[in-house]
């Protein structure tokens, strides 16, 4: 599959993507995609949350690709079973956050807990890092696994986003496109 050949939903984490993250930067140059937009970046619901992407992927005029980043993952596993049967064909995962233990998280991202762990019913590509301070390498391999997702060891890359030094990352592009070539 290419890019042309689908509709992209890029989905942010908690406070959205931006204008350096990579995930701002490929919806603005991938013709295809467009950011799932949310009311309240600062404060998640999940109900609200993924209400927002079931409607973003029921309204696809094209099979879709989820590319989900943080608790935009989360939310995209919960909201899944709610997808048309074959519509999403595939979906990038980066940097799942462990809202279930990882300390100190706002009553609002715990409120995404407990994450499903049904088999996901479209192909997924799972990326983590081994010292992102959200979730242990271990953890996000255990859910992937659960998710039937392949997971992807992205070494020490914090929790690949701007802070990590991941602005346009190059290289989540080239799995990206590796992974549609593969749908």
Sequence with gaps: ????????????????SEEEHWQARWASRLATARIVEQDDWHSPAPGPWCGRIVEAVAAATRPVVLIAHSLGVVASVEAAPRFAPGVVRGALFVAFPDVEETPNLPESVRAFAPV??????????????????????????????AWGSLIVDAGEAGHINVASGHGPWPEGLMRLAGFLKNL
């Excluded at 890019?3 to 908690?14: E, H, K």
């Excluded at 499903?116 to 696994?145: G, I, W």
Aim: charged share 25%; aromatic share 8%.
């Design 1 to 16: 599959m290419k890019t042309a050949d689908c509709d992209i939903l890029v989905i942010p984490g908690l406070r959205g």
């Design 116 to 145: 499903p762990r049904d088999p996901l019913s479209f192909p997924s590509l799972t990326v983590a890092s081994r010292n992102d301070p959200y979730c242990s390498y271990e953890r996000a391999e255990d859910f992937a696994h």
